[in-house]
């Protein structure tokens, strides 16, 4: 039972080039998240689905893009890395939106 | 709107003593409320949460934490801590079941001492 899977672990980027981070859950979940994590500042939701096909804006959403084509995977992009997204990425998901939320081992991203 | 304070960035405590990490919530609207911990190198984990059922919530590891709607707290406590218990602690508050959008606050590291 592998829970929330995300790809890939780590990665290192030059300014401008794009990437796209991958997150799959094999638990049937119906609600995805995408968050960041800095020092002294918690996790941060970048954006979220409330369903397959259905995506929305978190609290920090400039320079990302999602999609949620399928159920169990929810894709985020950065179309033109620049190093203020240098961070660790969490993906997460839960049943609905007033149950726990599965986390994902992390994406260490780094942008030069 | 909701947000969440966590006071101490950082608390350390002798192994055997209590643990109490706080936190303080504001929401416009009856709060779901949650503590997760992270270990380095991890993603985070659910200890407990808060649902309304009851005040006093009991979690895994020997953790709970109260919900005190007057003091807008929901703070963290294990009698005894265990040296296996040194992580980030985490809590965070949600008000819309629809969207289940977490407000995070900024973590406390807890260090036990032997």
């Known amino acids: 039972n592998a829970g929330v899977t995300q790809t890939p672990k780590f990665r290192v980027l030059k300014t401008g080039q794009s990437m796209t981070l991958l997150c799959a859950q094999d638990?049937?979940?119906?609600?995805m998240y995408w968050y960041r994590q800095d020092p002294g500042m918690g996790l941060r939701l970048i954006h979220y689905?409330?369903?397959?096909?259905?995506?929305a804006k978190g609290e920090v959403p400039d320079g990302y893009n999602v999609s949620r084509l399928k159920k169990q995977n929810f894709l985020l992009g950065l179309e033109s890395a620049a190093p203020s997204q240098t961070s660790v990425y969490f993906c997460a998901s839960s049943y609905f939106g007033d149950q726990p939320q599965h986390f994902g081992d992390g994406t260490r991203l780094s942008i030069l | 709107a909701q947000s969440v304070t966590q006071l101490g960035s950082h608390v350390s405590v002798s192994e055997g003593a209590l643990v109490l990490l706080r936190c303080n919530y504001s929401?416009?609207?009856?709060?779901?409320l949650f503590w997760y911990v992270q270990y380095p190198n991890q993603g985070l984990q659910l200890l407990l949460k808060?649902?309304?059922?009851?005040?006093l919530v009991k979690g895994i590891n020997g953790f709970e934490a109260e919900f005190k709607k007057s003091e807008t707290s929901f703070h963290l406590t294990k009698p005894s801590a265990h040296m296996s218990d040194a992580a980030e602690y985490f809590c965070a508050v949600t008000g819309s079941s629809n969207t289940g959008k977490l407000i995070f606050g900024q973590g406390t590291t807890l260090q036990v001492k032997p």
């Open positions: 638990m049937n979940h119906e609600y």
């Open positions: 689905s409330v369903g397959e096909g259905t995506t």
């Open positions: 808060y649902t309304s059922a009851a005040t």
């Open positions: 929401s416009s609207v009856p709060p779901y």
